[in-house]
């Protein structure tokens, strides 16, 4: 499957961006799907996964209540609502999927080739 990321860019901080993450292939809805995310000089780190259903979220303590990840299966599309941005979400923010329903980089197979958000204070 192929991924391509788009939604990124220039916002203030207390904004918000819509993240969309557009798969190729029939087989979209047989992969979990998660959003990652790399500052710089940083490891990659996990931001949030959903189920291939859609029905289970699981997010990283430092965007719960402020980041919703969704999915539309017939679109071939999984999204991320990021609200009340600040300036440590300031990121290259990628999108994978994969076979398990895990926050592990490593159990990924597909990544997209990333989209820059950047929070200014």
């Known amino acids: 499957v192929q991924l391509q990321a788009s939604g990124g860019g220039l916002v203030q901080a207390g904004g918000s961006l819509r993240l969309s993450c557009a798969a190729s292939?029939?087989?979209?809805?047989?992969?979990?799907m998660a959003w990652f995310r790399q500052a710089p000089g940083k490891e990659r780190e996990f931001v949030a996964r959903?189920?291939?259903?859609?029905?289970?979220?699981y997010y990283a303590d430092s965007v719960k209540g402020r980041f919703t990840i969704s999915r539309d299966n017939a679109k071939n599309t999984v999204y991320l609502q990021m609200n009340s941005l600040n300036a440590e979400d300031t990121a290259v923010y990628y999108c994978?999927?994969?076979?398990?329903?895990?926050?592990?980089?490593?159990?990924?197979?597909?990544w997209g080739q990333g989209t820059q958000v950047t929070v200014s204070s």
């Open positions: 292939g029939r087989t979209f809805s047989t992969y979990v």
């Open positions: 994978a999927a994969g076979p398990r329903l895990t926050i592990a980089t490593m159990e990924y197979d597909y």
């Open positions: 959903i189920s291939r259903s859609g029905y289970s979220t």
